[in-house]
C-alpha cells in the first residue's frame, strides 16, 4: 500500500491538465450530462474534481478527504439557457426542471467542497448566467439559488486566495454586495489571504430603456430621470464591491480591469451608495484617496475598448512595482506607437490583444478633417518592438487586428488565402520589411487586416 503522503501526490497530480483534458478547441472531453446549465470543476479549462477518488477504496477515500489541497480549488458556473426575448413553454418548463436540479446538486458538491478544504486558501471561480423569466416563481427560484451560492462562496470570505466572479444581472451584482458586507472577511478582518482578483459585473446602462422612453409618448422628464437614477444605482453597486474588496485585501498583487470597472471606478462621477456608510461605517471615506492599491500590484491584465492609450501608460507608472501585463486587450483609436513605444521599455507582457480601429490625426478628432491612413508597416512597426523587447523574457502571445480604413494597402501584404473578412498578413512580407518579431519568436501569433 503507498503511504498517505505518496497518494495524495498522485491525486494532486491527476486533478492538473494534461494533455488529455481538453481535445481540439479547448472542449472538455468529459461532458457533464447537463453541460448547458453549467459546469462544477477544478479549473474553468477543463472538467474534473477528487469526488471518483473518494470511491475507489476505504483507504484512498480516508486520504482524499483528509487532504485539504485537493477541495481548494472550486469552478462553478450557473447557465439556465433562457434568452431574454423567448417566452416561457412547456420546453422552458422542462428545462428550468433540469436547471433546478442541476444547481441544487452542484450547490451541494460546493458546500461539500468548502466543507473539506475547511481554511485551506481558496481558489474561486464563480460564473451566474441566469437570465430571469416573467414569471415570478421563475425569477424566486433562480434567485434561490444564485443566493445560496453566493451565500456559500462568501461565507468562507477569510480564506479566499484566487476570487473570479461574473455576474450578468443586475440582481445577481446586487445579491453579491449585500452577502459581500455581511461576510466574515468584511465583519472580522479584511481579505488578508487574497492575492488575485477578477470581476465581471453587469452594468445596466439604460440604453434600451431611453430608447423606449423616447420612443413613447407622454413620458416625459420623470421617466428620464428614474431611468438615470438607476443607471446611478447600478454603477454605484459595482464601484461598492470594488471598494469594499480593494480596502482589505492588503495582499493582493494580481487584478483584471474591464471596460465596466473603469466605467463605474474610475469615470464615475458618483462617489458611494447612500446606504454604503451604513453597511461599512467604519469606513472613511476621502475622494482623494487611492481607489486601487496600485503600488501593491505585480500582475495586472487589462481588457477594455474604451480606455485611452493615456490611461494605460496612466496605470502602468501608478503601479510603480508592477512586473508583468499579464494580458492587454485594448482597441486602440490611435496609432500604436503612442502605447506600444513607451511599454517596450516598462513591464513584461504575456498575451496582448490589439484592434487598430482608428488611426485619429487631431483634426479627425476635434470632428473635422478626414482620417489619417498609414502603411501597414508604420502601424506594425512599434508592436513589433514591444514584441521584440518582450520576447527576450518570455513568450508572448500576440493578436493583432488592424481595420482596413486604417491603412493604404497594396495587396502585396496580405496572404491570399485568407478569408476576405479578415485577412491574414503575409509572414513572407513582414520579414521583408524587417518585422521579424511578428512572425517568429515564442508564443502564438495573429496578425490580420479586417473590413468590419
Known amino acids: 500500500m503507498l503511504p498517505p503522503e505518496l497518494l495524495c501526490l498522485i491525486f494532486e497530480s491527476y486533478l492538473e491538465p494534461s494533455s488529455s483534458s481538453t481535445v481540439d478547441g479547448g472542449v472538455p472531453p468529459e461532458v457533464d450530462p447537463y453541460a448547458t446549465h453549467g459546469f462544477f470543476s477544478v479549473s474553468r479549462e477543463y472538467i474534473r474534481t ?16 483528509g487532504h485539504r489541497r485537493l477541495w481548494s480549488n472550486i469552478a462553478f458556473a450557473l447557465a439556465n439557457g433562457r434568452d431574454e426575448d423567448e417566452e416561457e413553454d412547456e420546453e422552458y418548463a422542462e428545462g428550468d426542471e433540469d436547471f433546478e436540479l442541476f444547481a441544487r446538486g452542484k450547490i451541494q458538491l460546493l458546500r461539500l467542497f468548502l466543507r473539506r478544504a475547511r481554511d485551506t486558501p481558496l481558489s474561486i471561480s464563480f460564473n451566474a448566467s441566469v437570465t430571469t423569466s416573467t414569471s415570478s416563481w421563475s425569477f424566486n427560484r433562480d434567485f434561490g439559488l444564485v443566493h445560496e451560492a453566493l451565500k456559500l462562496i462568501c461565507r468562507y470570505s477569510r480564506t479566499w486566495k484566487d476570487l473570479r466572479v461574473e455576474l ?28 488575485s482578483l477578477h470581476l465581471e459585473l453587469a452594468v445596466d446602462d439604460g440604453e434600451e430603456e431611453l430608447e423606449r422612453i423616447l420612443a413613447t409618448p407622454g413620458l416625459g422628464p420623470e421617466a428620464t430621470q428614474m431611468l438615470a437614477l438607476r443607471v446611478m444605482h447600478s454603477q454605484l453597486t459595482v464601484k461598492d464591491i470594488y471598494r469594499v ?34 453597511r461599512c461605517p467604519l469606513d472613511d471615506i476621502h475622494p482623494d484617496d487611492e481607489f486601487v492599491p ?45 502605447l506600444f ?31 489619417r491612413r498609414s502603411s501597414l508597416k508604420e502601424i506594425l512597426e512599434p508592436v513589433d518592438r514591444m514584441l521584440a523587447a518582450s520576447s527576450s ?51 502564438r501569433r495573429v496578425v490580420e487586416v479586417y473590413k468590419y
Open 50 to 65: 477528487p469526488v471518483p477518488l473518494t470511491h475507489v477504496c476505504r483507504s484512498w477515500r480516508h486520504a482524499a478527504i
Open 168 to 195: 450578468d444581472q443586475g440582481w445577481a451584482v446586487e445579491t453579491f454586495l449585500e452577502l459581500l458586507v455581511r461576510s466574515p472577511a468584511v465583519v472580522g478582518g479584511g481579505f488578508d489571504k487574497l492575492s
Open 294 to 338: 496600485w503600488t501593491q500590484l505585480k500582475n495586472l491584465s487589462i481588457q477594455s475598448d474604451s480606455i485611452s492609450t493615456r490611461k494605460v501608460l496612466d496605470i502602468c507608472s501608478r503601479a510603480s512595482n508592477l512586473e508583468m501585463l499579464k494580458s492587454l486587450d485594448l482597441t486602440l483609436l490611435s496609432e500604436p506607437e503612442q
Open 393 to 443: 523574457q518570455r513568450q508572448v502571445d500576440l493578436h493583432c487586428s488592424v481595420k482596413e480604413s486604417c491603412v493604404n494597402l497594396d495587396g502585396s501584404e496580405l496572404d491570399a488565402a485568407t478569408r476576405a473578412s479578415a485577412a491574414s498578413v503575409d509572414a513572407k512580407w513582414m520579414e521583408e520589411n524587417g518585422l521579424n518579431a511578428l512572425v517568429g519568436g515564442g508564443g
Open 341 to 371: 513605444a513607451p511599454l517596450a521599455l516598462g513591464p513584461r507582457l504575456e498575451s496582448v490583444k490589439v484592434n487598430v480601429y482608428a488611426t485619429q490625426s487631431r483634426g479627425h478628432l476635434l470632428g473635422y478633417g478626414p482620417q
Open 245 to 278: 474588496l480593494l480596502r482589505r485585501a492588503p495582499n493582493l498583487t494580481d487584478i483584471s480591469l474591464d471596460d465596466n470597472f473603469f466605467l463605474c471606478v474610475e469615470a464615475s462621477e458618483y462617489d458611494a451608495c447612500p446606504s454604503y456608510q451604513s
